[in-house]
């Protein structure tokens, strides 16, 4: 079954987010869906989330799940938002308790901050599938991006989330705490092995204002030209460019924000006695760019 996918960007942090559905039972599924942050108010909005709830109803979707890849280091996760509109179930990779005790720690959080993964409705196991009406959804453990990073191949089409980036940008950084480039490459020689013509979904692109973001190549498109892993390209070749890239880059501006929503499953802290929700910011634990 091939399915029908609807991809949705986020323009101010470069995030693509998708609907996937079946054609057949019109059951669907929604993948790294985003909950707007203004770091430069402290507030929080939900027009991107409202894209997807729009185009869901219109097209008389049923979700039945709600899908992050991994915890995100540039945007809140709307998954929780989503869920309770759509009476559906979030998922996540099993390895998001690692991030969870990683950030724990770098937050310092309390002793009774929950590091199980309670915070999402399934936890997804490498080669772990599911249906989502007649498209079988199978689960990629993609580590290097972060600890926890999974793709999703349904039918033949493949969410590879913040692995590989369109052909002419290559990859994504694994400078993060966590990350690994040799993971990466494991990830990406494993995501390249699906067929030729598996569609592949990128997480991010960061077009020129006036300009539409591009999404998707194929396995075939990306092995022939992808700059940083086309075949012929090697481990070694891949690991210095990577590493040589990633020492260029800024941290994203929402980072110290977004992992500590997200790794609570894209819900903000408690309220406070003056019922607020506050964000809390590490000071010193890392160095600028």
Avoid at 33 to 47: I, Y
Avoid at 95 to 124: A, E, I
Avoid at 162 to 185: A, I, K, N, Y
Wanted: with cysteine; net charge negative.
């Amino acid at each position: 079954m091939i399915p029908i996918i609807r991809p949705f960007f986020d323009r101010p942090t470069g995030s693509l987010q998708y609907v996937f559905h079946c054609p057949e039972t019109k059951k669907a599924a929604i993948v790294d869906p985003v909950w707007n942050f203004h770091p430069e108010a402290g507030a929080v909005t939900t027009e991107s989330a409202d894209e997807i709830l729009g185009y869901v109803r219109q097209e008389g979707l049923e979700v039945v799940w709600v899908l992050d890849t991994h915890p995100h280091a540039d945007h809140f996760s709307a998954a929780p938002y989503l869920s309770q509109e759509l009476g559906a179930p979030t998922g996540i990779g099993e390895k998001v308790t690692d991030v969870q005790k990683l950030w724990k720690d770098l937050y310092h959080l309390d002793n009774d901050f929950p590091t199980d993964g309670s915070q999402w409705d399934r936890l997804f196991a490498e080669g772990e599938e599911f249906m989502v009406g007649e498209i079988q959804v199978r689960v990629m453990f993609s580590p290097g991006h972060t600890l926890a990073s999974i793709t999703y191949v349904a039918g033949n089409a493949a969410f590879v989330h913040d692995t590989l980036m369109m052909p002419q940008s290559g990859t994504s950084r694994t400078d993060f705490p966590g990350g690994s480039t040799e993971d990466l490459w494991n990830s990406l020689r494993a995501i390249l092995d699906l067929p030729d013509d598996t569609r592949l979904y990128v997480g991010h692109d960061y077009p020129d204002e006036a300009a539409a973001p591009e999404y998707m190549a194929t396995v075939a498109e990306h092995r022939l030209s992808n700059r940083h892993v086309k075949d012929g390209i090697g481990k070694a070749e891949f690991i210095a460019s990577r590493r040589a890239r990633d020492a260029t880059l800024p941290l994203p501006a929402r980072m110290l924000a977004a992992l500590q929503v997200n790794i609570r499953g894209g819900h903000l802290p408690d309220a406070e006695a003056d019922g607020h929700n506050y964000l809390k910011i590490p000071i010193g634990k890392f160095d600028p760019r």
